[in-house]
């Protein structure tokens, strides 16, 4: 193996795309934002709320919980959905692991990954400690999402690698220093210094159900509240660490281009989607299309009338081709499970994917008769369509087939305002009460009118 050296003489300049952003992220005011990143940051918040009370409940995170935050700590930052307080890093590493235990958290198809839930529980965080009104919170969001969504857009990761815990971390780096009231310059160096602190992840954590993977947002909330105290102190990143981790180390076609393109007036987080099924988003299109057969079936769809069932999708979802899942994360990547575990249950629910539900017999019975193939035309839709074509044979003889070309809640089908606030209340009802469910979704909807967030972080550690 031969190794070439460049000798490195001097610090190289900063480019001028970071420049560029740094200079925006610093100086950008709530009024410069479009009514429809207003309105969608308010959505992400509260949906990403409703996420992680419900994923405190798992039994993962309570035991974490007790661990890392037992009652009467001293911490003044809500573990939501736990009626405790922590310390702020160890309640944005808490709300990040709980934020994704469930596969509810809402998403960017063009980044490829989960933007909000790494960069909600660094700011809740950061507010629980310092003067934040409701508008510098969800301006916060808006910016963290924005550079995460955009470094997931401007790379491609290898294929080997699980998107959460890397650019992740940048987002929430970027939003508490926001918060802090960062000039440019030292937006600069939280940008440089925050990408090189994400977390080398792997994709096999997800296929085998490793549930280490519902970690990795939890540790880019944690590492990029901390940023913000690294540069204050002093530390300083290398010139374009961007580059160079989403260039050469974990990406190899970083494209800066895509950094700068429309900053400001096209808002990734307007572009984001929502999900209703509680599990990996490359179930969603064939689990669409299964409710479309069963809507035109008109009657119930029992486990016990299907012959089998052939799915046709894009690569990403053919892998998901395990039949058996031996826990609750591998069964949410599951194909064949999702499909099952919908047709049993009635919705591919939180409780059709609890410990319970997997050791149904019936639903490990149909999962075993269903078939993926990847369709190379439906791969080559990447990333804007994510489709999906489901068969399902009938032990009568009958043979009922639907597509679906985008999942519901992406930006080409969204979900209604009203669709948004009812899986919140879905998720958060059960957590909190009806009463107290109703009260945090009215004050996350009033967060643009509130000088303080005192009274809302009350709510949320409630």
């Known amino acids: 193996m031969s190794l070439s050296v460049v000798p490195m003489t001097e610090r190289p300049p900063t480019p001028a795309w970071l420049t560029e952003w740094a200079a925006f992220a610093a100086n950008v005011r709530w009024e410069d ?33 007790d661990r890392l935050a037992p009652a009467g700590d001293g911490g003044v930052a809500p573990v939501i959905g736990t009626h405790r307080h922590a310390p702020a890093a160890t309640a944005a590493l808490l709300n990040g692991v709980a934020g994704t235990m469930l596969e509810l958290d809402e998403g960017n198809q063009y980044s490829r990954g989960h933007p909000g839930i790494h960069v909600v529980p660094a ?24 550079i995460g969504a955009r470094i997931g857009i401007a790379s491609k990761l290898r294929v080997t690698m699980h998107p959460h815990g890397t650019w992740g971390t940048v987002g929430a780096a970027v939003a508490v220093a926001r ?23 792997s994709r096999r954590t997800m296929l085998e159900g490793g549930t280490v993977r519902n970690t990795f947002a939890g540790w880019s909330n944690q590492i990029g509240l901390t940023v913000w105290d690294l540069v204050a102190s002093g530390f ?19 494209t800066p281009a895509a950094m700068t393109e429309d900053l400001g007036t096209r808002w990734e987080i307007a572009r984001n989607y929502f999900k209703r099924h509680a599990c990996c988003r490359y179930n969603h299109a064939a689990l669409d299309a299964l409710e479309k057969i069963k809507a035109e079936l008109g009657t119930a769809l029992r486990a016990e009338d299907v012959d089998a069932i052939e799915v046709d999708t894009y690569i990403w979802a053919a892998q998901l081709a395990g039949p058996a899942p031996h826990n609750t994360l591998a069964a949410k990547f599951s ?38 193939r990847e369709s190379k035309e439906y791969t080559a839709m990447l ?25 519901r809640g992406d930006t080409e089908d969204p979900y209604t305002t009203a669709d948004v606030e009812a899986k919140f209340l879905a998720l958060a009802t059960p957590v909190w009460g009806d009463t107290h469910a109703q009260t945090l979704l009215r004050a996350t909807q009033q967060l643009p009118a509130q000088a303080d967030l005192v009274d809302y972080l009350a709510l949320l550690a409630r």
């Open 383 to 407: 990333p804007a369509l994510r489709p999906a074509r489901v068969t399902v044979k009938l032990k009568d003889g009958r043979t009922l087939s639907a597509e679906s070309l985008t999942n």
């Open 33 to 65: 934002l479009p009514p429809a990143v207003t309105e969608r940051a308010v959505q992400v918040m509260y949906d990403s709320v409703g996420a992680i009370a419900a994923g405190a409940q798992e039994p993962e995170t309570r035991a974490l919980a």
């Open 123 to 146: 700011i809740l965080a950061y507010a629980s400690t310092h003067a934040v009104s409701g508008r510098d919170l969800l301006l916060a969001l808006a910016l963290g999402y924005e």
């Open 179 to 201: 918060l802090a009231g960062a000039t440019a310059e030292q937006m600069v160096e939280v940008i440089n210094v925050s990408s090189t602190l994400g977390l080398a992840t």
């Open 236 to 254: 300083t990143g290398e010139a374009d660490g961007l580059a160079t981790i989403f260039g050469t180390v974990a990406a190899d076609d970083w």
């Open 335 to 372: 194909l064949p499970y999702s499909l099952a575990t919908h047709i049993v249950h009635g919705a591919a629910s939180v409780e059709a994917f609890r410990a319970e539900a997997l050791t149904n017999e019936t639903t490990r019975a149909l999962a075993r008769r269903v078939t993926l």
